[in-house]
């Protein structure tokens, strides 16, 4: 059979995308080659969001045309749609695909004929991504993504159910419902349909919710503006969605959002947050924080760390500053030191653990269902998960609850998981031993 190696770097769509080319060389056969043996064709899905996504292809081609001598290298995602000249001069390099709506036809140059359907499985993955669009419309003036990624375009929500039951079918009891903006999902094809009404995120939700079976999905980033009235009503009516939400807040000081161009200030994204906590029972919320804005303040960054407090945020994703060329941001004045910067990043770090450990706490005596992903680490007689309010969860098992779906009692919690015992009768609740008696005593347990 013919031998190939996939790597990608970045986000979730980017995961999703190269799954669909997997399933598509595995059609054509190819096999995925093995850690000493050498690919004939490699395939490289690249990120360009900070610079270091940009040095980290860079690095990953030349690797690959080292200890894959001959290979044909096909280079696709946001790097390569940003500079596809500097990306095809490096080694091995067969052809760069700025535009992934073109990858059958490039593929087809290749020997490769496929239609890309759709994925039916995620190898290695306890959680599966399913894209539902592609594109961004907004001018935020950090992001490059709407340069490389320009335009909307979503899939059909008849296509996106299919995919879905395909993942379900294949053993995934958590889908990840993902896009660049997904909150923009049916925009493109609402708009002069006669005589149809307009089918958006929310009217998807409720579509894939009427899929029976003891399985759960979750959403990645949604903006806070998109909020709305609709969408709460129909997050709160569903039985297979998660109760954890990403409203990405990017900065909670409003004269920051406004030089960044966000849609909002502080105060309405804390309104957003509040509606969801009105309607739904303690949601857990996350958030991706930019740090070190040009011109940010020392005064705007206690407003960050306040908004942050004021919403309840159990996980932050923080991110330094990285000026991206062809960006408003990039040529801003004032860029922030790199040590007040790092300062800063210390700061919010302790902030979420803080917050986390706040949010876990609130969870005791709650009943959680856990995605187990397998033996916790150092802890014998210990499983490990994420809940459904993406809380990481501890609690007596054995490697045979791997990509289950288990209800627990959470019964203690630290900033970093939150602990439990099992509410299901199955064997390893049984075999628990001391860990499981220690679970069940009002003794504490190490964290």
Known sequence: MKTCRLVTLGCKVNQYETQLVREALERQGYREAQDEEVAELCVVNTCTVTSNGDSRSRQVIRQLAKQNPGTRTLVMGCYATRDPDAVAKLPSVAEVITDKRELPDILARHGIYDDLPGISRFPGRKRAYVKL???????????????VRPGLHSRSPEEIEAEVRRLLDSGHQELILTGIHIGHYGVDTSRGRSGKPPFRLWHLIQRLDRIPGPWRMRLSSIEAAEIDNDFVAAAADTEHLCPHFHPALQSGSTTVLR??????????FLSSVETLKARLNEPGLTTDIIVGFPGETDVEFRQTVATCQQAGFHKLHIFPFSPRKGTPAADYAEQVPGEVVNSRVNELQRVEAELAGRYHERLIGRTL??????????QPGMVLGTDERYATVLFPGSDLDANRLISVRAISATSQCVYAERIDETPAVR?????????????????
């Open 133 to 147: 669009q592609d594109g961004c419309i907004l001018r935020c003036s950090y992001c490059i993504i709407p340069q």
């Open 259 to 268: 030089r960044m161009r966000r849609r909002y200030t502080a105060e309405k």
């Open 369 to 378: 269902q856990v995605l187990v992903e397998g033996v916790a680490p150092d």
């Open 431 to 447: 075999e628990g031993g001391e860990q499981c008696r220690l679970m069940n005593s009002s003794q504490p347990l190490s964290p």
